[in-house]
C-alpha cells in the first residue's frame, strides 16, 4: 500500500511539472510588448464612447465622418510606415526591429477594425461611398488589399521566427513538446480505436434498444441518424481537439487558422452529407429524375454557403469588415443568383409537370403556364411557378404532420362536415331514393374470411404472441369498442398458433352454462359433459389448447356478483395446470365494470387495449368492401365536397371519396363497424338511370337523449354494457322495478333506439355511435 501511494505521488508531481506551458518566461515586462500606437489606441476610446446608430445626434454623425476621414488618412501613414519597418526588417532581422514590425501590425490592426466600427455608424451614403465600386471604393479596395499583402509578409516572417523559437526550446527543454506529442498521440490512438469498432458498436446499440422498445424515442433515433456520419465527426473532433493541444505552444498559435479551415471544410461536409440524408429519404416516394434534382440542388447551394463562410471569416478577421469584405459579399450574391438561375432552368420541366397534376391553380400559375417557353418570360414565370408549388407542397406537407394530431384531424373534418352538410341541403335531388335493406350488401359487401386484411393494432397483436404464442400457460383480454375489430383480431391470433390447437368459441348470450357445452364439444366431449369432466380433460390432455372466446362481456353483469361466472370459467382454466392458453374478448363497456370491481385483483397476464382505427385505416377498409363486379358499382360523381388543404387527388370524384371517408371516419369516432353501416346508408339510387351513387348521410340526432332522466340514460347504459339484456336483466343491474324497465325499453323502441333478439333488447346499429356519444357526455360510460 505504502509503495503504491509513493508512486501515485510521484504521478501526480510529474503530472504538475509537464502541465506547465511550454515557454513559460518569468523575465517579461509588460513594457517588453509591441502595442499598437497611441493615436490608434485612442481612436478607439474615442469610437467605444460614440451612441449606437439608433440614437446618434447630428453632432454624432459628423463626428463619425471627421474620425472615419481621420482613420483613412492615419492608415494610409501607417501602411508606409509597416511598408518600411518589413523592408529595415527583411535587410537585418534582429529584435529591435521585430519589435517595430509587431507594434505596426497591431497599429494597422487596430485600424482596421476601428473603420469597421465606424463604418457601422456612417450614413448610408458614406457606407456606399467607400464600400461600393466608385472611384472612394477602388481607393479603399487598393489600401486594403496593401495591407493584406504587408500582413501575408509578416505571417511568414512571424512563423520563421516561431519555428527557429521552437527549435531552440527542443534543445534546451525537450519535455514540453515531448508532453504534448503524447497528448496527441492519446487522442489519435482514441480516434484509430473508435474507427475500427464504431460500426459494431452502432449495431450492438441498435440491437439493444430493438429489443428494449418496439418504438424507440426521438433521442434514440437521433443517435442512429448521426451514426451515419459517425466517421467524419469523429475525424473532427480529433483535428480540433489536437490542434488545440498543439496551439498551446507559443510557436504554433497560428493553427488556429488550419482549425478554422477544418470547421468549415470538414464541418461543412458533415452538414451537407446530414442534410443529403435527409432529403433522399424524403425523396423515396419520388421518382429519380426529381430524387436526382433535388440532390444536386442542395449540393450547389450548400458547397457555395461553405466557401462564402469561409472565405468571409478569414476576411473579417484579418481586415475587419471593410470594402474587400463587402465586395466579396456582392460578388457571391451574384454567384448565388447565378445558381438560383440555373436551379430554376433545371427544374423547369419537372415544376410544369407536377402543375399539370393540380387542378385547382390560381391565375397566376395559368399565366405562368402560358408563358413558360418565352425567352425571358419563361425565367420568371418558371420561378414564379417554382415558388408557388414549393409553397403548395410546403403546406400539405405541414398539414400531413398536423393531422397525426386527433384533435387537429377532428377540427379540420367537423368543420368540413358542415360546409358538406350545407352543399348537400342546398342541392338536393328528388330523383334519388336510398338503397335499402339486404341490396346495399350487393355494393358494399359484408366481410368474411377471404376479405383483405387491413394492417390495425400491430402492437397490441404482438405484446399478446410473447404470452399466447410460447409454450407458457397464460390468460389475456382483448378490450375494445362493440365493432372494433376484436373478432378478427382473435382470429388472427388462432391462425399463427403453431405449437397448440386452436379453439374459437362466441360466448353464447345464455351465459356460463351454455359456454360450458360449446367447449365441451371443440374438446371433443359429449355436450352434457360436466365443469368437472372438462377439468380433468385439460389436465390429462397431451394437446395443448389456445382457446379464444368471443363476447366474454356475456359473462359480465353491471351488478353485485356480477363477475361470478367469468371468475368462474377462468379458474376452471387456471386449475388445468397444462400449457394451455386462453384469450378473451370483452367490450369496453363492460371491462370498466370488471377494472373497477376486481381492483388490484385482476385475472388476466396481459390485457390489451384496441385503438380507433385511423383515417387511413377506415379508408382502407371501406375500399376494399366496395363491389368492384360492374353490375354493383358505386360513383363519387356529384357528391358536393369543398375544397380541402390535405388533397390533392387527380380527380374531383377521387377527392370526393377522400373527403367523404373523412366523414364516415369522423363521425363513427374510429369505429370501422359503423362507418360501414353509414357507407351502406349513403347509398342512393337514381330512378331515372339506376345508378347508384354516394350521398351525405344524415347522422341521427335526438335532443330527447340529452334532456332523458338519469334512470332512463342508465337503463341505456345496462343494455351496452350487457350487449343484449332481457327485462329482469336490466332491473337487477339498475334497481328499477320490472314494470319501469318495461315501459322504458317500449319507449326506446317506439324510437328505434333498441332491437329485440330472443327477448333481449339490444342498442340498434343506427343509434349507437349516438347514444355512446350521449352517455359520454353525461359521464355514465367511457368510449
Not at 196 to 210: G, I, P, S, T, Y
Not at 455 to 479: F, G, W
Not at 566 to 586: G, P
Not at 587 to 608: H, N, Q, T, Y
Amino acid at each position: 500500500m505504502t509503495t503504491m501511494i509513493r508512486h501515485t505521488f510521484w504521478l501526480v508531481v510529474v503530472t504538475l511539472i509537464l502541465s506547465f506551458p511550454a515557454t513559460a518566461r518569468w523575465d517579461y515586462q509588460d513594457d517588453d510588448l509591441p502595442t499598437p500606437s497611441e493615436d490608434a489606441l485612442s481612436l478607439e476610446s474615442e469610437i467605444s464612447r460614440l451612441p449606437s446608430k439608433l440614437f446618434m445626434t447630428p453632432s454624432d454623425s459628423n463626428k463619425v465622418r471627421r474620425l472615419l476621414a481621420y482613420t483613412l488618412d492615419q492608415q494610409d501613414r501607417e501602411i508606409i510606415a509597416f511598408n518600411e519597418a518589413l523592408a529595415v526588417y527583411r535587410d537585418e532581422a534582429n529584435e529591435e526591429h521585430w519589435f517595430d514590425v509587431q507594434a505596426q501590425y497591431l497599429t494597422l490592426n487596430s485600424l482596421s477594425h476601428s473603420k469597421q466600427r465606424l463604418l457601422e455608424l456612417a450614413s448610408d451614403k458614406t457606407f456606399e461611398q467607400l464600400t461600393g465600386f466608385g472611384p472612394d471604393g477602388v481607393t479603399q479596395f487598393k489600401q486594403e488589399f496593401e495591407i493584406t499583402r504587408l500582413n501575408a509578409e509578416y505571417f511568414v516572417f512571424f512563423q520563421l521566427r516561431s519555428l527557429k523559437t521552437l527549435i531552440k526550446e527542443i534543445f534546451i527543454s525537450p519535455v514540453p513538446v515531448i508532453w504534448v506529442g503524447v497528448q496527441v498521440f492519446f487522442i489519435y490512438s482514441i480516434l484509430m480505436w473508435w474507427l475500427a469498432n464504431e460500426k459494431r458498436l452502432f449495431e450492438q446499440f441498435k440491437a439493444h434498444v430493438a429489443a428494449a422498445m418496439t418504438k424507440p424515442p426521438i433521442w434514440v433515433r437521433l443517435i442512429w441518424y448521426i451514426g451515419r456520419a459517425s466517421k467524419a465527426i469523429a475525424w473532427l473532433i480529433a483535428i480540433t481537439v489536437s490542434l488545440r493541444v498543439l496551439s498551446s505552444i507559443d510557436a504554433l498559435t497560428q493553427l488556429y487558422y488550419i482549425e478554422l479551415f477544418t470547421w468549415w471544410i470538414l464541418g461543412g461536409s458533415i452538414a451537407i452529407s446530414f442534410i443529403l440524408e435527409f432529403v433522399q429519404r424524403n425523396s423515396l416516394a419520388t421518382n429519380k429524375t426529381v430524387a436526382a434534382l433535388r440532390l444536386s440542388t442542395v449540393r450547389r447551394y450548400v458547397w457555395s454557403f461553405i466557401v462564402v463562410g469561409l472565405v468571409l471569416q478569414i476576411a473579417s478577421q484579418t481586415l475587419g469588415k471593410g470594402t474587400i469584405y463587402y465586395w466579396i459579399t456582392t460578388l457571391f450574391s451574384l454567384w448565388f443568383a447565378l445558381i438560383t438561375l440555373s436551379v430554376i432552368i433545371m427544374w423547369k420541366k419537372v415544376v410544369f409537370e407536377s402543375l399539370d397534376k393540380i387542378s385547382d391553380k390560381p391565375m397566376l400559375i395559368h399565366w405562368a403556364s402560358t408563358k413558360k417557353d418565352v425567352l425571358i418570360v419563361g425565367l420568371i414565370a418558371t420561378a414564379i411557378a417554382t415558388m408557388w408549388i414549393a409553397l403548395h407542397h410546403l403546406k400539405n406537407r405541414l398539414i400531413g404532420l398536423l393531422s397525426h394530431y386527433t384533435f387537429f384531424n377532428q377540427a379540420l373534418t367537423y368543420l368540413f362536415k358542415i360546409e358538406v352538410a350545407k352543399q348537400t341541403g342546398s342541392n338536393s335531388d328528388g330523383n334519388l331514393v336510398r338503397v335499402k335493406g339486404d341490396a346495399a350488401f350487393d355494393y358494399v359487401q359484408p366481410g368474411d374470411d377471404s376479405s383483405p386484411l387491413i394492417s390495425y393494432a400491430k402492437d397490441e397483436m404482438h405484446q399478446l404472441s410473447k404470452y399466447l404464442l410460447t409454450n407458457s400457460p397464460a390468460i389475456c383480454v382483448v378490450t375494445g369498442e362493440r365493432g372494433v375489430g376484436a373478432t378478427r383480431l382473435l382470429t388472427q391470433i388462432l391462425h399463427k398458433a403453431k405449437n397448440a390447437e386452436p379453439i374459437y368459441i362466441n360466448c353464447p348470450i345464455a351465459g356460463y352454462q351454455e359456454l360450458l357445452v360449446h367447449l365441451a364439444v371443440s374438446l371433443g366431449l359429449e355436450e352434457e359433459t360436466s365443469e368437472v369432466k372438462i377439468l380433468n380433460h385439460l389436465r390429462k390432455s397431451d394437446t395443448h389448447y389456445l382457446i379464444a372466446i368471443d363476447n366474454c362481456q356475456r359473462l359480465v353483469k353491471p351488478k353485485v356478483g356480477g363477475l361470478n361466472d367469468l371468475i368462474r370459467f377462468t379458474n376452471l382454466l387456471r386449475r388445468s395446470k397444462q400449457s394451455h392458453r386462453a384469450v378473451f374478448s370483452i367490450e369496453k363497456a363492460s371491462w370498466r365494470f370488471v377494472d373497477r370491481a376486481r381492483g388490484e385483483r385482476l385475472l388476466f397476464d396481459w390485457v390489451a387495449f384496441l385503438p380507433r382505427w385511423s383515417e387511413e385505416q377506415i379508408a382502407g377498409l371501406l375500399d376494399s368492401r366496395i363491389n368492384q363486379e360492374e353490375n354493383y358499382t358505386v360513383s363519387f360523381e356529384g357528391l358536393t365536397v369543398p375544397k380541402q388543404w390535405d388533397n390533392d387527388s387527380e380527380s374531383e370524384e377521387d377527392r370526393a371519396k377522400q373527403g367523404f371517408y373523412r366523414i364516415l371516419w369522423h363521425y363513427s369516432d374510429g369505429n370501422p363497424t359503423v362507418a360501414l353501416r353509414f357507407f351502406r346508408f349513403s347509398l342512393k339510387r337514381n330512378k331515372e338511370t339506376d345508378n347508384v351513387v354516394v350521398r351525405l348521410f344524415h347522422a341521427p340526432e335526438s335532443e330527447e337523449l340529452d334532456k332523458m332522466p338519469k334512470p332512463m340514460l342508465a337503463i341505456l347504459r345496462s343494455i351496452v354494457q350487457l350487449e343484449s339484456a332481457s327485462p329482469e336483466d336490466v332491473s337487477d343491474c339498475t334497481q328499477l322495478t320490472i314494470s319501469e324497465v318495461i315501459g322504458t325499453l317500449r319507449y326506446f323502441q317506439s324510437r328505434g333506439y333498441i332491437d329485440w333478439n330472443e327477448d333481449k333488447a339490444r342498442i340498434s346499429d343506427h343509434w349507437f355511435r349516438h347514444i355512446t356519444n350521449v352517455l359520454d357526455r353525461q359521464h355514465l360510460l367511457v368510449k
